[in-house]
């Protein structure tokens, strides 16, 4: 594909993507790797019982779609049948390539489908692969404060890189520019959620080209607008994430039973290149970037694929509101809900839609007044559902919504009631589904990655896992309400303690606080929401941390590895304790928050927000 500003060569009938050429640049792409590893689709699949299995997308069947003097569309295919099972994932793949008349990059998309009858199989992941010139691209952006020279790959492999707790985390001891002398590089630590995630890419200052994914839509991505995926890392490498397990686990792999008919466009995504002269700035590539990323967001839904599978903007449908909340220990009537998420995914349970990846997602972000208006909705059905920061819980829409061609629904209104029981006693952190709010500590001097120093996200520094057995080595957290403050006192994440031996013990954290009064034959009520967990386990204990059986246990939950991969949340839990009141005394209480499980340092929670109910008026 050619328009006179780029060249994209494609491999034929695989549909691989193996040349870019640019701005006098012979080829973008790294030409030392095979041409199969250079531009490409990709999945992991798996079948019941069967380990998982990583593929690139190679197709069998080449067509032009469309050609005409402002757009070619190709399309590379193939189709699945019984002679491929355990071969290939079974699904009929369509990618498409889209170049337009005077445009400074390509698009592209694909289509998945699964048919009746077809073999059962997990989709635990699926996404696009770029991989860059070395030699040229060693600037990476993917925000203004999330911006930096990047090592090279070969500062990654023995002896020059030293392999840490897991083998994406590599401490640089002898990178080709000592300037990384003494810093870790971990993929993980460029995650991004999925409402934040909208461009990013690498610079080559000579020439000065910029090379970016941009992706202007989240309908197709699963999990969410707070579910995180990866973006660019050392390689250089750019990825478009559509479907992945990361921060969540397996409740974010697609399960497909025998015979489960199922079809899904991912996409489009814009790949965008763009130059600036030789005297000027080549880190302004960004800003050009980001320009052009509102852009495309602007044109969404576009009007060019020529896929049946792809509903043009009068084909989709709109539902706007208001959204209030009712809590009658806050306000004495409703308050509109500021800032609130609010979303249509398939229909399900109340905040089922974290855990929702096999449809699309639609969401918008209400305003100050809690009015919402969520547009370009693709046909079918939904719930409407909704979370609001400062408040728990999840909200979902009585009646499922039906979105057909044009229509534009208004469901005028709607109340969010969280749950409460009682007036506030006390509270620890801020209900906003992350334990950002919390006491990050200082990196390890051993372990820096420069670029979060001083940064909002500092939490994403190797190894802040063990900084809490330096600050606890022998007695765990303990937290006194009324005189500590979260933001100093709450580590951010209740993880296992390291032992002189190498291993590991579980931890519990107490919560001290006075009652002046207690009703013995009331019901108190602690609510604890937690913002991530990976095989872990919450147990809670009244006054008395010696007592054979919890008073409540979440039991073994959570696959998230948020700790180990740097986020500071995962899968949303919220649990609702009854604590009767004799077990409470006028005067000093301890709640106690234990977390026995301990076969490794990345076991362990993160909390989002911490309350005790009095009985109700």
Avoid at 323 to 349: F, H, M, W
Avoid at 364 to 373: L, M, Q, R, V
Wanted: proline share 7%; net charge neutral.
């Amino acid at each position: 594909m050619d328009n006179g500003i780029l060249k994209v060569t494609i491999s034929v009938p695989d549909g691989i993507v193996t040349g870019i050429r640019y701005n006098g640049v012979d080829n973008l792409l790294e030409a030392r790797n095979p041409e199969e590893n250079r531009g490409y689709w990709d999945v992991v699949s798996s079948s019941t019982g069967s380990t998982s299995k990583f593929e690139r997308l190679k197709c069998t069947t080449y067509k032009v779609i469309l050609k005409t003097k402002d757009q070619i569309e190709l399309s590379f295919s193939r189709k699945w049948d019984v002679s491929l099972q355990n071969k290939l994932i079974p699904l009929n793949i369509d990618k498409r390539f889209i170049m337009l008349k005077g445009c400074s990059g390509f698009y592209s998309y694909a289509t998945y489908e699964h048919l009746e009858g077809w073999p059962d199989f997990h989709l635990d992941e699926t996404r696009i692969a770029f991989k860059l010139r070395k030699d040229k691209f060693h600037y990476m952006a993917m925000a203004d404060n999330w911006r930096r020279y990047m090592p090279l790959p070969d500062d990654r492999l023995p002896p020059r890189g030293q392999q840490l707790a897991y083998p994406e985390a590599v401490l640089l001891v002898d990178p080709i520019e000592p300037e990384f002398k003494g810093e870790v590089d971990d993929k993980y630590q460029y995650s991004c959620d999925n409402k934040d995630n909208k461009v990013h890419g690498w610079i080559s200052m000579d020439p000065p080209v910029g090379f970016w994914q941009i992706t202007p839509s989240d309908e197709f991505r699963s999990g969410g607008p707070v579910k995180q995926s990866l973006t660019s890392h050392v390689g250089p490498t750019n990825l478009a994430t559509f479907l992945s397990p990361h921060y969540a686990g397996a409740d974010l792999i697609p399960k497909f039973a025998q015979g489960e008919a199922w079809k899904k466009v991912f996409g489009p995504v814009f790949l965008y290149v763009n130059s600036v002269k030789k005297d000027e700035d080549p880190v302004a590539l960004w800003d050009d970037a980001k320009i052009q990323m509102h852009h495309e967001v602007q044109s969404w839904p576009y009007s060019f694929p020529a896929s049946k599978d792809f509903p043009s903007a009068n084909q989709r449908g709109s539902v706007s509101g208001i959204l209030l909340v009712q809590d009658k220990y806050t306000s004495d009537g409703c308050i509109p809900a500021n800032g609130a998420y609010v979303g249509l995914a398939r229909p399900g349970e109340v905040g089922s839609w974290q855990r929702e990846c096999k449809g699309y997602q639609f969401w918008a972000k209400s305003d100050n007044n809690g009015y919402f208006s969520i547009n370009n909705i693709r046909w079918g059905d939904y719930n409407l559902y909704a979370w609001v920061p400062g408040f728990i819980g999840d909200y979902v829409y009585g009646t499922p919504i039906s979105i057909t061609s044009g229509c534009k629904i208004n469901v005028h209104e709607i109340v969010y009631q969280p749950p409460r029981d009682g007036p506030t006693l006390w509270e620890i952190g801020i209900p906003d589904r992350t334990a950002a709010e919390y006491f990050v500590p200082e990196p390890n001097p051993k372990f820096i990655n420069n670029v979060f120093i001083n940064h909002p996200d500092r939490f994403r520094q190797y190894g802040l896992w063990d900084r809490y057995s330096e600050l606890y080595p022998t007695d765990d957290l303990v937290y006194v309400i009324g005189k500590s403050d979260y933001r100093k006192d709450w580590f951010f994440a209740q993880v296992t303690r390291r032992k002189e031996d190498g291993t590991y013990q579980g931890t519990t954290w107490q919560i001290r606080f006075k009652l002046d009064s207690v009703h013995q034959g009331g019901t108190y009520k602690l609510r604890i929401a937690i913002a991530t967990a990976t095989l872990a386990e919450v147990q809670v204990r009244v006054n008395n941390p010696s007592t054979n059986r919890p008073l409540f246990t979440t039991g073994l939950f959570g696959r998230d590895n948020s700790i180990a991969r740097h986020g500071i949340h995962g899968l949303y839990w919220l649990y609702n304790i009854d604590i009767q009141g004799n077990l409470l005394v006028q005067g000093d209480n301890t709640i106690y928050l234990g977390q026995p499980r301990h076969q490794s340092p990345f076991q362990g929670i993160m909390y989002d927000y911490i309350r005790l109910e009095a009985p109700p008026n």
